[in-house]
């Protein structure tokens, strides 16, 4: 089946660095999707992008949905306590959704 | 409004035992879903349901069962539960198809532990 490769899956960082997560596939996908997971809850969705080369900002966090539409990136800049959880990218086939493995952020005060 | 609610919470089960899982909205959301999440594994796709009365095979269906009681609930269950169903399983919901579909709205999950 369908599979998203998140990269990197686990990072541990100073509070107020910036942090960088990529994902990538094999297939194109006509949307891209980063949610984020707290711990002991369901995902969340941060940010949706639609077009290929779209760049979208949502406070401290920005994504990219990559030109070939076979990758996004998200940023984060200026890291606080409460990004702390699993973030995880997803692509859309037709009315589903496939999910990376997710990235894990830890962040030291 | 509560959005998505799963009962149970955590649940233990002996190899062989049977279960539901219940999922119910109070959006109008017509699809529902329901992943199973592994670590290291992601999301992984069960079932889902695009509109009441109809259910569909995710990624891993094998050893599942759904049924999309109303538009409000869709339930999981396991006819004969087995170790490697020992996971933590969510349910979501969205509005339907088109760009609604994107913002899946995910219950606080049920931990399933099979021995």
């Known amino acids: 089946g369908q599979q998203l490769n998140q990269s990197p899956q686990s990072m541990f960082i100073q509070e107020g660095e910036d942090v960088s997560m990529n994902c990538t596939s094999s297939?194109?996908?006509?949307?891209w999707l980063w949610y984020k997971q707290d711990p002991g809850e369901g995902p969340v969705l941060l940010i949706a992008?639609?077009?290929?080369?779209e760049l979208t900002s949502n406070g401290r966090l920005t994504a990219q949905f990559g030109i070939t539409r076979k990758d996004s990136f998200l940023n984060i800049s200026a890291s606080i306590p409460s990004d702390v959880g699993i973030y995880f990218c997803?692509?859309?086939?037709?009315?589903?959704?496939?999910f990376g493995q997710g990235t894990r952020l830890t962040i030291n005060p | 409004n509560a959005g998505v609610t799963q009962t149970p919470k955590f649940q233990v089960l002996k190899t062989g035992q049977s279960m539901t899982l219940q999922c119910a909205q109070d959006?109008?959301?017509?699809?529902m879903y329901w992943y199973r999440q592994d670590p290291g594994m992601g999301l992984r796709l069960i079932y889902y349901?695009?509109?009441?009365?109809?259910?569909d095979k995710g990624e891993v269906p094998n050893g599942y069962n759904v049924s999309r009681l109303n538009k409000r609930e869709f339930s999981l269950r396991l006819e004969s539960a087995a170790p490697s169903q020992t996971s933590v399983y969510f349910c979501?919901?969205?509005?339907?198809?088109?760009?609604?579909?994107?913002?899946?709205?995910f219950g606080p999950g049920t931990r399933l532990t099979v021995l």
């Open positions: 297939s194109i996908f006509n949307t």
């Open positions: 979501a919901s969205s509005g339907g198809g088109g760009i609604s579909l994107d913002t899946q709205y």
């Open positions: 997803a692509g859309r086939i037709a009315q589903k959704l496939v």
């Open positions: 959006m109008n959301h017509n699809s």
């Open positions: 349901s695009a509109s009441e009365g109809t259910t």
């Open positions: 992008l639609y077009k290929a080369g």
